[in-house]
């Protein structure tokens, strides 16, 4: 189903969220910033995340090489114009929560965080597998589409749902048919439009869909990572569990019950370091 033109059309870019921009400003404090310790504190925040990669494969700032690792990004835009990028922009950003969603900014964050998480556990658990490090980028990213369909898209959540028990239709299937699109096809959209990577794009274009063509690692992660973030309640939001996804995606990434199981708890673990250094309460 395609995304209504007018829906891609009205979005320039996302704002920064505002706990990396706070952060961001409390470093900027001290005298060396770098791109490794900038690339640290925009690595879990999807919109500054995809704001930084969309920039740096711009027209303006691209090389040759698309890239999609943050420090690399962050070094050829320069730290000094991307801080002012991203503190100028942070000025700017909505306040507004995703009630179509059930879901507060920084339950988004969370989640989105937790499946970023998940993907390095997934590394870890799964060295033989060969997942890329795109796959963490694409799984901060792969719900970015919420963020759009929230403010430019009406329709509230208690209709997505009722659409959704009276059909017996997944909380997704609801999206399409309200909506006319869903937000995996939001967010791949966008992805493709900012000039994101293919694989990136693919991975979060088909999140929540049993893939048609041939099946990747990276899609295959990203797929399981955001399964990661619902089963450990990180933004579980109103869809909750009540999606579709491949059913082969942890058998060709060679996880098992006990696998995904270390995955879970190595995720929850790390999502708490995670919060404890955003000085939230884990
Ligand atoms: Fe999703
Ligand atoms: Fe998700």
Redesign the pocket.
Known sequence: MPVPAELIGRIERLDPMPMTAHRLMRVLQDDDVGPARVASLVEFDPAMASAVLRLANSGAYGGAVRIANLQEAVARLGTTRLVNIVLGDSMQRLKAHVPMYGLGEDELWMHSAAASLAVRALQQERKKAGIPEAAAVAALL??I??LVMARFLKADVQALLARSAERGITF?EAERDLLGCD??EV?GALARHWGLPDEVTDAIEH??ETPTGTPTVLRDAVVVA?IVAKTIGAGLSA?GHN?HVDPNAPKRLGLGFSSFSRVCVQTMTSLEDLKASYGKAA
């Open positions: 792969h719900d589409g919420k997704v937000h995996a967010g999140h929540h955001n869809e999606l």
